[in-house]
């Protein structure tokens, strides 16, 4: 390799114990090692060095973002379920009750990065003269879901200090009993402040957002806000309304 032959985005197969001695050219680009990842993005020069080292990395970071993601969903689902809090978290079916609410935390979360960051990157195609949809949008989304992890972590911690409420709710009371518990729940400081700082976590992504789609779409700071302020605004909306 020449003195010119500089690699793209700063990476350097020389350095790389992981790589293969035996594939081409003294390793391959493609396969990376995971524990250089964190490294790659916090080091990253300008936003284009950010989107590459998403790109070369492919799908398996963000898809393990969106699970570590709805793990921590169905957990805080479930210590926030009124019925759960009135019988310890360990009652006969309890291994039942957390793996539904796990189904459901990955779902939430699933269904929130698909709708946010497709209605974003739809936006953006539209004031874009190159592109139309540019899938790295939903990658960087999977990275950018892990930050509410640390939320959701606080607000389970805070769940937990929220007494039992009364009556308890067993599974055949009435719908209006039902409903009555959960609201009790849902008015609580703890839960309060669990819904303001799930907003602020929107409104952190949405910010985030704003140069990642300027250099993906090719677009100036206006389209850029224009094509991140609605969904953001739904999101937080929608967050303080669930």
């Known amino acids: 390799m ?4 500089t690699p793209q985005y700063g990476y350097d197969t020389d350095v790389d114990s992981n790589s293969d001695p035996r594939a081409t050219g003294g390793g391959d680009a493609t396969r990376r090692p995971w524990r ?26 963000p898809l393990f973002g969106l699970l570590l993601s709805g793990v921590a969903r169905g957990v805080f689902e479930h210590l926030a379920e009124p019925f759960a809090m009135s019988h310890g978290y360990v009652f006969s079916g309890w291994q039942l009750a957390l793996g539904i609410n796990l189904c459901y935390g990955f779902f939430f979360v699933a269904f929130s990065w698909f709708l946010y960051f497709g209605v974003i990157g739809s936006f953006a195609g539209y004031f874009s003269e190159v592109t139309k949809m ?9 990275y950018l879901m892990v930050l ?22 067993a599974g ?30 929107w409104v ?14 090719d677009v100036d700071g206006r389209a850029s806000v224009l094509s991140v302020l609605p969904a953001t605004l739904v999101a937080v909306t929608a967050t303080q309304l669930l």
């Open 2 to 5: 020449s003195a010119d032959d």
């Open 36 to 61: 250089r990842l964190a490294a790659e993005l916090t080091s990253a020069r300008s936003v284009s060095d950010l989107v590459g080292t998403v790109e070369r990395y492919g799908w398996i970071p």
């Open 134 to 142: 540019e899938t790295t949008i939903f990658s960087v989304g999977g």
């Open 148 to 169: 509410f992890v640390p939320a959701v972590a606080v607000g389970s911690a805070l769940v937990l200090t929220i007494p039992a409420p009364e009556p308890v709710v």
């Open 172 to 201: 055949a009371a009435p719908a209006p009993a039902v409903a009555r518990t959960h609201e009790a729940v849902a008015n609580t400081l703890q839960m309060r402040i669990v819904g303001a700082m799930m907003a602020g976590g």
């Open 204 to 217: 952190l992504v949405g910010f985030l957002m704003l140069p990642v789609v300027s250099e993906l779409y």
